[in-house]
């Protein structure tokens, strides 16, 4: 314990006990850490992402990771000038980590955001390909394994442009590390990379203007024979008051867009190709990224809503090595 960080070898050990309900006294014998030491520790694991919460039994204090993961419902204000044309960058399920994600396409549409001038960038969700435990075949498409592996290497690869920020919420994949230990990957990345701003976990709300709301969603159910049914779904089971101006969801890796029942509502595309567990299930994955221009007048009224999108049409094999 140097310098005020735990000993890589403590940290591992500690992350391992914590799966389980372990009190101070086990904790410090199984680390070789002080009370004082242990505390210290668990404390900057909680700022590396872990979820580290507290319990009592009779008179011992323990600690354990929660891997419970609970979606998040919160708002931001990221206003923009209505005289002026709303232009933001939209991706989704990146999957990195995974051996059919596209590094090469994912550097272009930055470029690409660059070059029109573009700001922010919001992610839909699934920015790491995760680790399925229990989806036989998932570790045979996966170059980088576990939470830590796949933090230093989103940190390492995402792409980073000056004066372009990425506001992300995290997925289903993402969410195998809070169920396997505890770990959010979001906080995590938060940490590591000023140009990524973790909004929450599958669900947030961006205020583009006091009166356009724009809400971003990672859904958990499976695809559909049809485009537009999970979105048209999703949008009659909202109640009055929570509809949002324009719906963006992940998850599905299909381009569509749509006006329905007063709501823009978009699919995201990808940037992973078919992997073998989508063949064998028959899921197509469309490649590719959205530039979104909208008009929007006093009242709040969107007048125009351009989703201009770019689609990757030819994959490349072992894109991951080309990082």
């Known amino acids: 314990f140097k310098k005020g960080k735990i000993d890589s070898s403590a940290e591992s050990i500690l992350i391992n006990e914590l799966r389980n309900e372990r009190t101070i006294s086990e ?33 011992q204090v323990g600690y354990t ?18 005289k002026k044309k709303i232009k933001i960058g ?43 435990s229990g989806r036989p075949g998932a570790v045979y498409e996966t ?43 979001g906080i995590a990345l938060q940490d590591k990379r000023s140009d ?17 709301d724009m809400d971003l969603i990672h859904p958990r159910d499976g695809t559909s024979y049809a485009l537009s049914y999970q979105l048209q779904k999703r949008i009659n089971n909202m109640s009055g008051g929570n509809k949002p101006k324009i719906l963006i969801t992940g998850h599905y890796h299909k381009n569509f867009s749509m006006l329905y029942r007063n709501i823009w509502a978009v699919s995201m595309a990808s940037f992973q190709a078919q992997s073998p567990f989508m063949r064998g299930k028959g899921i197509e994955s469309d490649v590719g990224y959205l530039i979104l221009e909208i008009s929007v007048n006093q009242h709040g009224d969107i007048i125009e809503f351009n989703p201009i999108y770019k689609p990757l049409y030819v994959v490349i094999k072992d894109d991951y090595l080309n990082k």
């Open 196 to 212: 990524l701003n973790y909004l929450g976990h599958e669900y947030a709300k961006i205020w583009l203007t006091e009166n356009v």
């Open 90 to 132: 939209l991706v989704s399920d990146t999957h990195i980590g995974s051996m059919y994600w596209q590094p090469t396409y994912l550097k272009r549409a930055y470029e690409d955001f660059k070059e029109q001038g573009i700001t922010d960038v919001y992610h839909v969700g699934d920015i790491s390909e995760g680790t399925y």
């Open 65 to 82: 990771t929660n891997k419970k993961v609970i979606v998040t419902y919160d708002e931001f204000k990221h206003y923009h000038d209505i």
């Open 143 to 185: 170059y980088v394994y576990g939470f830590d592996q796949q933090v230093s290497e989103i940190s390492k690869v995402y792409p980073k442009v000056d004066g372009i920020k990425t506001h992300f919420i995290t997925g289903n994949h993402d969410a195998t590390h809070i169920m396997n230990g505890g770990a959010n990957i």
């Open 27 to 59: 904790l410090c014998y199984a680390t070789g850490l002080s009370q004082l030491e242990l505390l210290g520790s668990i404390e900057q694991l909680r700022l590396k992402g872990y979820d580290i919460v507290q319990y009592r039994i009779n008179d």
